[in-house]
């Protein structure tokens, strides 16, 4: 059999492509070998809402649509006028809705729906970021014209830093169930390798009904809130 001739480039070439080839699979199987454990963390913090914001409205009602919608205009200018003297801010005061419907009375003879008359209806969304005069604030609402009252939410205002917090508590509730694993398992805990946040829960705005409205300040109980977060995380172990 005659022999290849020898061609030096071609070797020294394919003796570097193994060279190159070998730290890959020592790592692959580094990697694959390379013991862990995944936990789970929870972290809570609870805060007191700071802010509320109150549904308000005024409904009046005529024989005429515009007789009604015109006493409604009267009527939310003054309410508004009350709600900027109490020290609230135009930034504050949002428009929600505002509806023109007739109002039906008992059919006619032959069945057709019967128009007694129409309502207006306009509400206004308020914005308090002083709770300690919530209450008074309700009572001028009501003496200025308002005669809708949908209820009071209250809310966190500044919730990224509960969270931020809550994330905190929940690395460390993490840790701290990794490190029991790896002492039971008599090894020591080592680098992260991985952490995915899982669920927020950030309640809304709690909403809180009027007990009553009266010349004294309506009585209003804000409560607590609990902010929530999960978190899985993936620690090497030595």
Known sequence: MKALPFHPTLT?????????????????????????????????????PDTASVSVGVVTEDSEAGKAVHQNNQQVEELLKAIRRAGIGNQDIQTQSFSVSPRYGRPQPNGSPRIEGYRAANTVSVRVRNLKNLGKLLDTMIESGANQMNGVRFFVDQ????LDEARRRAVADARRKAQLYAGAADVRLGRVIEISEGAIAAPGPVLRTLSRASAESVPIAQGEQTLRVSVSVTYALE
Request: glycine share 4%; hydrophobic share 55%.
């Open 12 to 48: 020294a070439v394919a003796v570097l492509a193994a060279l190159a080839a070998a730290p890959a699979l020592a790592a692959d199987s580094d990697s694959r070998l390379e013991r862990t454990v995944s936990v789970s963390g929870t972290g809570e913090v609870t805060a007191i």
């Open 159 to 162: 919730t990224e830093k509960l």
